[in-house]
């Protein structure tokens, strides 16, 4: 009993520990008994806390109080002992310390244990209840909440889904109706007025076809009747035609055969030159800014492999090859004191008042020879030169009948400008089986000459084959701001073109007689540019007198006279175009293959 009064004095147990050891007796001695904590039902279902948490919960308790006062007791003991106890040897007071100690322990374990176990056992139920408590309800109202989501996500996207697709289907089925409504009504439009137009392109083609039957038959009635007329004519003339279209037809076979030409640029010819090439007899053309040489040979010799062989050397386009081609006027068709004057033909009065002499206009003639001492040309303004072989007999009687129509200055017969200044180029020789002919040097000399001498236009009353040579001279010519007028030629309606008024350097003119009508030997193509008087022309004949005569080479001589005073009185403009502008428009409308423009039509008349 001392013993336990001087332990306890000497506060061998303290407090904490008494509390501690009470616990842990109190947890020891009651029994486990199951605690419940109440829930709210809406959440649990029964209301209770599932059994074997609080199995847990108890174990886990007990297991740590136990561990925690049986720890605490015995280093507290063993510490007081190791002071109150000085040495080894008392071996009975420690025997009846430990006793009395066991027996403190007991009681004051017991009685504190029970109220630490409880308060501990309380605290930790209600907090690992509580815990539990949240973590189950937050389950539950997670999955409440989860659920109830799902099913109003659901429900609303259901709804959405439900009102896209009847909108979509609504709209697919009116935009469905709608095309085919759209093609319904369509094809029916379409068949309506398919058979309304049918109906109509039947009635408008069964009253063109007839009307045009009509017009056809009609037409077809007097082009007979025409046809028929002209027949009988034919036949009544067809002896004198015979005679006449020998003689104006042109031969185009006829060249001078054992000749053959080159024209170039002179540099061209220092070249031929070096490779070998020598030629008889060379021509210069300044005013062309040509060379032209002649060269003989047989009547065999193929031109063809000429040209290659001088191209081969000089190069495409630097010269030109050709033959010494020839070109005729036609045989006249003359009668003795019958025809119509120049001025009568073109409508014009007779000239009275005096031309100054810087103003008259300055026309070229490539023809045969003038007859300059014929009373009708007398006091004519001529100047001329003969470009043929030197002795060759010269004719002059188309050359002074195209010099007459122009400019003939006599009171009893005036041309049609007889102040004009004459540039007359005999290019013709008399040929005792071919009559007057003229040859591509002729023509090409005679060309360079007018060129040099500035005459405002040039009259080229020929005709006769192509020849690339005179194409050339012509085309520099154009490009000199030179206007050349040729005759169409007498080769008859169905006759192949006849050059240089083929050409498109050149004007093409045919001829009309005083009805209008057109000359029955001109020649026809696309290549026709105007009409002009040429059929029973009254006009000088060399060495005296008048005679008429007909074909397109009289007609010539009007149009370039026209182009001519036109130039001197606009300088600078496109007369050609004037005067098919001014023209009177005979045959179809339009430019035509029979009277080109139509007819020249003089300013006074």
């Not at 640029?265 to 220092?270: A, D, H, L, R």
């Not at 045989?331 to 009568?344: F, H, K, N, Y």
């Not at 007859?371 to 002059?396: C, K, M, W, Y």
């Not at 149009?559 to 005979?586: C, I, K, N």
Request: proline content about 5%.
């Amino acid at each position: 009993m001392f013993l336990r009064k001087s332990l306890k004095s000497i506060d061998l147990i303290p407090s904490g520990l008494a509390v501690a050891v009470c616990v842990a007796a109190l947890v020891l001695a009651v029994p486990a008994t199951p605690v419940r904590a109440q829930v709210p039902g809406d959440l649990t279902g029964s209301g209770l806390i599932d059994d074997q948490v609080e199995e847990e919960i108890d174990d886990q308790v007990e297991e740590e109080v136990v561990d925690e006062v049986a720890d605490a007791v015995e280093e507290s003991i063993d510490n007081q002992l190791d002071r109150l106890l000085l040495g080894p040897g008392d071996s009975f007071v420690e025997e009846q310390v430990e006793e009395e100690v066991e027996e403190q322990i007991t009681d004051n374990v017991e009685e504190e244990l029970q109220e630490e176990t409880e308060q501990v056992v309380e605290e930790n139920v209600e907090e690992n209840v509580e815990e539990t408590i949240e973590e189950t309800v937050e389950e539950q109202i997670a999955e409440t909440v989860t659920e109830e989501l799902e099913d109003s996500v659901e429900a609303s996207v259901e709804e959405a889904v439900e009102s896209t697709v009847t909108d979509e289907v609504e709209e697919k089925v009116a935009e469905t109706v709608e095309s085919v409504v759209e093609e319904e009504v369509a094809l029916e439009v379409e068949t309506g007025v398919q058979e309304q137009v049918e109906a109509d392109v039947e009635t408008q083609v069964a009253e063109n076809v007839e009307e045009r039957v009509q017009e056809t038959v009609a037409a077809n009635a007097e082009a007979r009747a025409a046809e028929i007329v002209e027949e009988q004519l034919d036949n009544e003339i067809d002896d004198i035609l015979d005679d006449l279209e020998a003689g104006l037809e042109i031969d185009e076979e006829r060249i001078h055969s054992d000749h053959w030409l080159v024209m170039a640029e002179p540099q061209v010819f220092e070249e031929l030159a070096e490779e070998g090439y020598l030629f008889d007899t060379v021509t210069e053309l300044p005013a062309l800014g040509m060379r032209l040489a002649e060269v003989a040979g047989p009547s065999s010799f193929d031109i063809t492999e000429v040209r290659r062989g001088v191209l081969d050397v000089v190069g495409k386009d630097r010269a030109e090859v050709d033959l010494n081609h020839i070109y005729t006027a036609g045989t006249e068709l003359a009668t003795v004191g019958e025809g119509v004057s120049p001025r009568t033909a073109a409508n014009l009065p007779v000239a009275s008042l005096p031309v100054v002499e810087a103003e008259a206009p300055r026309i070229g003639m490539i023809d045969s020879l003038v007859d300059t001492s014929h009373p009708a040309l007398s006091a004519a303004h001529i100047n001329s030169r003969t470009f043929v072989a030197e002795g060759a007999p010269q004719p002059s009687f188309h050359g002074t009948a195209i010099a007459s129509i122009i400019a003939a200055n006599d009171p009893e017969y005036q041309g049609l400008e007889p102040q004009a200044q004459i540039y007359a180029a005999a290019v013709f020789e008399q040929d005792p089986e071919r009559g007057e002919i003229a040859s591509t040097v002729s023509l090409l000399r005679a060309l360079d000459w007018l060129i040099a001498s500035h005459v405002d236009v040039i009259n080229i009353s020929l005709a006769g084959p192509p020849n690339r040579l005179l194409e050339t001279a012509l085309n520099r010519a154009k490009q000199n701001n030179m206007l050349i007028l040729a005759a169409a030629g007498n080769g008859g309606p169905v006759a192949a073109p006849m050059y240089p008024a083929a050409y498109d350097s050149v004007v093409a003119v045919t001829a009309v007689d005083q009805t209008r009508r057109v000359f029955r030997l001109a020649n026809r193509g696309t290549y026709l540019d105007i009409a002009a008087p040429g059929v029973g022309l009254l006009h000088a004949r060399a060495g005296g007198g008048y005679v008429a005569s007909s074909g397109t080479s009289f007609a010539v001589p009007f149009a370039a006279t026209a182009a001519a005073a036109l130039r001197r009185q606009h300088p600078g403009s496109d007369v050609m175009s004037e005067l098919y502008r001014s023209a009177e428009d005979l045959g179809p409308p339009g430019r035509d293959e029979i009277y080109g423009y139509g007819l020249l039509r003089f300013s006074g008349s």
